[in-house]
């Protein structure tokens, strides 16, 4: 079984980009066909996603600003692969159980 590294960035107003991943378990073994086509069927005008509602970690630097508005609250999706990087999240099954 291989494990399912999740890619993602933020992109700042100056285009600055701050790239980020979660390591997921496989464990039914889903291809990354099926895990791409899931998540790219799920993202905000097929690019973005808010990682509070997936559950993937913010950014350190991401935090509440001093009116209490989330600067830019959305991530933008990158791409998965298989891994053999341990894990550092639940499984890509929960991730995709999100959206149903």
Request: net charge negative; hydrophobic share 30%.
């Amino acid at each position: 079984m291989q494990n399912i590294k999740f890619e993602y960035l933020y992109r700042d107003e100056g285009n600055y980009k701050t790239f980020g991943e979660q390591v997921f378990s496989n464990p039914n073994s889903l291809s990354l066909e099926f895990i791409s086509q899931t998540i790219e069927s799920n993202l905000i005008e097929g690019s973005w996603f808010d990682p509070d509602k997936w559950g993937i970690p913010r950014f350190p630097f991401h935090q509440h600003n001093p009116f209490g508005i989330y600067d830019y609250l959305w991530y933008e999706f990158k791409q998965v692969s298989y891994s053999t990087a341990p894990t550092n999240s639940d499984s890509i099954t929960r991730l995709l159980g999100r959206f149903a």
